[in-house]
C-alpha cells in the first residue's frame, strides 16, 4: 500500500544574466502562472495553492504554498471496440482486441475484466485500469519544461553551454546550444527543504542562488527551505525579490525624497516598472543640474531624463520642472557622494543637447521649412507631407467655418500651415514623442498669434484613451482634420485595422474624433465630414464613405458602452442614425429617463408593432391622415391625441429638451393601447386601410425622433 502524499511548500528559481526591463514583470508572472497551472494540472498542487511570483533583474521565481509529493492515482476508462469486432462466437477475444490491449500495456488475461456496455445503439468493450499519479519529480520536469517554452521572451538568445547541468546525453561543451532569453546560470526546486531532482537549459536543480552582484553578505546563498527564499535574499543576498515589493519599496522612497525637498516626483508608471525591473535594491538620491538649462522647454529636458537617463525629474507646486531630480541606484555605498557626481555628470551633456538643439531650431522660424515638406514622405499611394498638409489645411477651414466663421477658419488654416513643420526640427529628429509640443514653442517665438500656436502644439490630441483634448476651437479644428484626413486617406487605399492589428492607429483617430464631437458638443454632422475629408482623395472607391461611416458608428457604440449605458441604450439612439454626434449623451439621457417611465414598457411594444406593420405594408401609405375615414372611436381617439402630443413632443425636440420630448409621448399609451384592441388596421376597404396605415406612420414619426423605441422591447 503507498504511503500518503506529502503536502509542503514548493520554490523554484531560474537565475539568470540581466533580464530585458521592459519585460521582466510580463516574465516573471507568466513564469509563475504557467508552472503553477502545470503543476494543477498534473493534480500536484489544488486551487488553494497560494502562487506567489518573485521577478528580479537576475532571477524569475515561485514560491506555492501546498504541493503534494505525488499525485492521486486516477481511473482511466477507455473505449475499445464493438463487442461483435473484439469478441467472436464463442467468447473469446479476437486478434484485434489482443493487439489493442498490447498498445494499452494489457494482454489476454484483461479480457475476463473487460466492461460491457452500450455506446450508442451497439455494445462496446471498456477496460478499466488504475493511472499512478505522477510524482513531484515527473511533475515539474514536465511543467517547468513547458512554462519556459511558453514564456513571453521578446527576443531570444543563443548560447553554448559550458558544463553539463545533468540530463542531457548528447551534451558537448561548447557546441550544444541553448536558446532562451538570457543565459541561465541556477536552477533551484526545494520542496519544503528536499531538493527536486529536475533540469533545464543545461542546468541541475539544486538549493543554491546568489544575491546582489556586489551587496551579497556571501557568493552564495543556501537556501534552507521553500519557505525561507525570500527573507534570504533579502538578509543575506541584499535583493528585494519580489517585484510589486520592491516596486512599493522605489515608489515609497522618490515620495519622501521629493517630500524633504517640497517638491514632487513625476509620475510615470511606465518608468516606475522600468527601474523596479532595472535594480535588486533601489536606493533613491536626489541630484542637481544647472539653472541655465532651464530655459529649454521642460518637456524636452523631462524626456531626456526619463528616455535616456530612467530619472526621476521633480516639479514644484505649480508643475514646473525644477533644477533638481532622483536617480535609483542598485548600491548603497556610506558615501554616496560619488555616485550623486556621476549621474549628475553624465545627465549634462544630454540637457546640452536639448539646449543646442532648441537654440538652433529658432533660428529658422516653422514657415520657412513648409516647402521642405513637399520632400518628405508620407505614405507611399498618398503623397509627401506637403500635399497631406494641403489636404489638411482645407479640412481645418471647412470646420471652422461653422465653429467660429471667417477668422476661426482662418486660424486653424494658419495653424494647420505650420503643424508638421517641427517634424524637420533637430529636437523633433531626436525627440518624435515631441511633435506638436515643440511647434507650440517654435511658433511663439517666431511670432505667431497664441491662438494659432496653441491649436499647432494641440492638434494631435486627444493621443490616447484619457488625454486632453485641445484647449481652443482653432485646436479643435485642426485636430478633427488631422484624424480624418487620416482616417479618410488610409480607407481609400484599403489599409484598415483587421483583428487586434492596428499599425496606422485608425481605431485611436476614431475614438479621438468621437471625443471632440461629443465633449465639445461640435454643431457639425459626422456625414458630411466625412464626406468632404474624403473629396480630398478622388480615386477612393465607391463605398468607401459608408464603409468609413460604419467603422466610425461601430467605435462610438464600442465607446458609449464603455462609459456606462447600456446595450439597449445605444442601440436606440444609434439605430436613427443621428448625423450630429455632440447631443447623444442627451439622447441617451432621454432614452433612460423614459425606461423609467411605467407606460414605456407598452409603447416600446406598441412601438415595434408598428415598425412591423408598416414594414409589412404593400400599400403606400398617404401623406396626411384624412379625418373623415376615421371612422371607429379608438383610431379618432389616437388621432386626437396624437395631434396634441406630437406638437409639444416636436418643439421640445427642436429645442434640445430630449428628455421632455419623450416623456411627452406617455400620454399616447392609453389611446395607443385602445388603437391595438379594438382597430384593425389591414381593413378591407383600401381606404381606411391607407388612412390607418398613414395614422400608424405619424405615430411612428413621433415616437422615433429621438431614439428607435422599439429596440427597448424586450
Known sequence: MPLPALSAPLLVELFVEELPPKALKKLGDAFAQLLADGLRAQGLADAAAVATAFASPRRLALHLSQVLDRAADKPERVKLMPVAVGLDASGAATPALLKKLATLGADAAAVPTLERALDGKAEALFLTSTLPGATLAEGLQKALLEALARLPIPKVMQYQLQASGGGEEDFQPGWTSVNFVRPAHGLVALHGSTVVP????????????????????????????????????????????????????????????????GLVAIEDAALLDEVTALVERPNVLLCRFEEAFLAVPQECLILTMKANQKYFPLLDAAGRLTNRFLIVSNIRPADASRVIEGNERVVRPRLADAKFFFDQDRRRTLESRVPQLARVVYHGKLGSQGERMERVRALARHIGLPLGGEVLAAQADRAALLAKADLLTDMVGEFPELQGVMGGYYARH????????????????????????????????????????TLAGLFSIGQLPTGDKDPFALRRHALGVIRMLIERDLPLAVPDLVQRALQQFPAAPAGTAQELMGFLFDRLVGSLREQGSSAQEVDAVIALRPPRWGDIPRRLAAVRAFAALPESAALAAANKRVANILKKADDSAPGAVDTARL?????????????????????????????????????????????FESVMVNAEDPDLRLNRLALLARLHAAMNRVADLSRLAS
Open 631 to 675: 371612422v371607429e372611436p379608438a383610431e379618432s381617439a389616437l388621432a386626437q391625441a396624437l395631434a396634441g402630443v406630437a406638437p409639444v413632443a416636436d418643439a421640445a425636440f427642436e429645442r434640445g429638451d430630449y428628455t421632455a420630448s419623450l416623456q411627452a409621448l406617455a400620454a399616447l399609451k392609453a389611446p395607443v393601447d385602445a388603437f
Open 446 to 485: 517666431d511670432g505667431e498669434a497664441e491662438v494659432v500656436a496653441l491649436a499647432v502644439e494641440d492638434h494631435y490630441r486627444p493621443r490616447f484613451a484619457g488625454d486632453d483634448l485641445p484647449r481652443g476651437d482653432a485646436g479643435i479644428a485642426v485636430a478633427l482634420a488631422d484624424k480624418l484626413e
Open 198 to 261: 529536475v533540469h533545464a537549459l543545461g542546468l541541475a536543480a539544486g538549493r543554491t542562488t546568489r544575491g546582489h552582484r556586489f551587496e551579497a553578505a556571501t557568493a552564495q546563498i543556501v537556501l534552507k527551505d521553500a519557505d525561507s527564499y525570500a527573507a534570504q535574499l533579502r538578509d543575506e543576498g541584499a535583493v528585494i525579490a519580489s517585484f510589486g515589493e520592491r516596486r512599493a519599496d522605489l515608489q515609497h522612497q522618490l515620495a519622501a525624497a521629493a517630500q524633504r525637498e
